[in-house]
């Protein structure tokens, strides 16, 4: 399959042609059935000769070419409108009826709280032209109108207030929220683009007349991606000021899967300096070594690195509730747990030759020991729940007396 993204350099392109080279070089191999021959990638510094060579040739076109900020009104026609007319009448000149998407805009469309100005009418016009093309040529046309789009590489002060908010936390700038009880419809680019994969096996999401289209839609037309995210601007401000605080606090959000946290957390971090890829962690160091608080979470505990200079045993106390998980990585150690009120004491050897994980049970009091006289011992530990020294839940006694 030929494959010819228009506005290849933008937000959605860059994402999409990346996501379509990763299959094509076989690095991305979910999907078996789609084989991809050439990425025909198109932008406003191509040539006409391009532009014709690849509408002669290409087997599916995704039209994400158009115009957000204009120096003047006029050019949302011709940047929507204009070009998609030019891309239709060449594919028409080479009687190359492959399928065709085109990225508009849910401010297309005369219902809702969107106001049609230039730009949605520049975005209806483009509509419009695709449908006629489509009814005149008998070539499948796929229309998607997006909310408002998110994700690592959108230009910050363009077009999107996420992009801005995360760039600005990101870079310690200023954020003004005039009211936080605004919501907006978001669209992350990587929900976007599998849509986009799913389109190329035929599995696009096609609106139907189930509330999912506007009332001008033309049935089976309109396609949408099936995952967006209401959220107000306030709650994006608050997520923004945790992930802000995290190399002081430590403290991870909760993330859960396909959750708005999880992928705007990844589109702050893409915005991150070099200067802040890094972080010092707190280092509580004595004379038998080091603890080191790694990363906490909100509802699963914390996980730490402890490391023990040779021949030191560390420990040598118990929990009511509290457990954990030793994970020697480096070094040999015996773990010892003996349960309180008895004498049976349980060994275990471990080593970071073979990495194993050993429970600290409730109720037994426990201790590690650097077997070796020359190395350090290194272990990663974690707790079901970060420490609190109001609560500490921990107390001092020896597993042999």
Known sequence: MKILVTGAKGFVGKNLCQSLQNIKDGKDKTHPALSIEEIYAYDIDGTKEQLENYCKNADFVFNLAGVNRPQTQEEFMQGNFGFASLLLDTLKK?????????????????????????YGKSKKAGEDLFFEYG??????????????????????NYNSAVATFCSNYANDLPVTVTDPAIELELLYVDDLVA???????????????????????????????PTTHKVTL??????LEKFKAQPKTLVVPEIEDNSFIKKLYSTYLSYLPKEKAIFDLKMNVDDRGSFTELLKT???????????????????????????????????????????????VLNFNVSGDKIQAVHMLPGYTHNIINLSDTEDLVTVMWANESFDPNHPDTYFEKVEN
């Not at 994969?197 to 991606?225: M, S, T, W």
């Not at 306030?234 to 997520?239: F, W």
């Not at 200079?309 to 030793?326: D, L, N, R, V």
């Not at 480096?330 to 009120?341: P, W």
Request: glycine share 10%; hydrophobic share 35%; proline share 4%.
């Open 94 to 118: 080479y009687n190359n009826t492959c399928p065709v998407m085109l990225s508009s805009s849910i401010q297309a469309t005369l219902i809702g709280r969107y106001a049609q100005g230039e």
């Open 135 to 156: 009814n005149q040529t008998g070539a499948k046309v796929c229309v998607y109108r997006f909310p408002n789009l998110f994700g690592k590489w959108c230009r910050p």
């Open 195 to 225: 849509e986009m994969i799913n389109l190329l096996e035929n599995k696009g999401h096609r609106c139907e007349y189930d509330g999912l289209a506007p009332v001008d839609d033309q049935n089976g037309k309109f396609y949408f991606v």
């Open 234 to 239: 306030g709650y994006i401000i608050e997520c």
């Open 298 to 344: 909100q509802k699963c505990g914390q996980i730490s690195v402890n490391v023990s200079k040779p021949a030191i045993t560390k420990g040598q106390h118990w929990h009511h509730s509290k457990w954990e998980f030793f994970i020697v990585v480096k070094g040999n150690a015996l773990i010892q747990q003996r349960k309180i009120g008895s004498d049976e």
